[in-house]
């Protein structure tokens, strides 16, 4: 299926897309972080994901604002989701963040990790972290690495 979303052209593969879903939902479920968050995977495809987490009080910084760190691990679940969702082991190699805009207590942000390459066993990847008001609170960037192996079962045809 070949969809234009805004500027970008995006080619879908159902069952690559089912793949890459079920690859994010099993990660979510062996991740106690995710669990202890509330992080919801709200889509995932090939090379892509979007998640999300409601800020609580605990995880805000001395300035009752959104602690860097959670708005990293947000963005780096994204990451995480995107770039396994080919079936193949990967962990973060690098990544860099920028903070733009702070979150707020009780405000949904959401996460949209997306492939920019892959050669051979490396991967970069963009992730942006937007508040409910669609405001964007951090850019990262990643540079993943496959480590060998698969997330779901060598034997599994989506």
């Known amino acids: 299926m070949t969809t234009l979303n805004g500027n970008t052209l995006e080619i ?7 793949r890459a879903r079920k690859i994010a939902e099993r990660m979510m479920s ?3 972080a995710a669990g202890a968050w509330g992080l919801s ?12 987490m409601r800020l609580v009080p605990a995880m805000l910084n001395g ?6 760190g959670m708005i990293f691990a947000l963005a780096d679940s994204a990451f995480a989701y995107a770039c396994n969702s080919r079936n193949q082991r990967s962990v ?3 990544a860099s963040i920028a903070f733009l805009d702070a979150g707020r207590s009780g405000e949904l942000l959401v996460a949209e990790a997306r492939e920019l390459g892959l050669k051979g066993r490396s991967g970069t990847y963009s992730v942006t972290v937007f508040g409910e ?10 540079l993943s690495r496959a480590i060998g192996g698969s997330v779901l079962e060598d034997d599994y045809n989506g």
Request: charged residues 20%.
């Open 133 to 142: 008001d669609d405001r964007v609170i951090a850019t990262m960037q990643g």
């Open 30 to 32: 062996a991740e106690g």
């Open 92 to 94: 973060a190699q690098a």
């Open 12 to 18: 879908t593969s159902g069952a690559a897309d089912t």
């Open 63 to 68: 300035f009752g604002i959104a602690h860097g």
């Open 41 to 52: 995977v709200l889509d995932a495809r090939e090379g892509f994901a979007r998640v999300s």
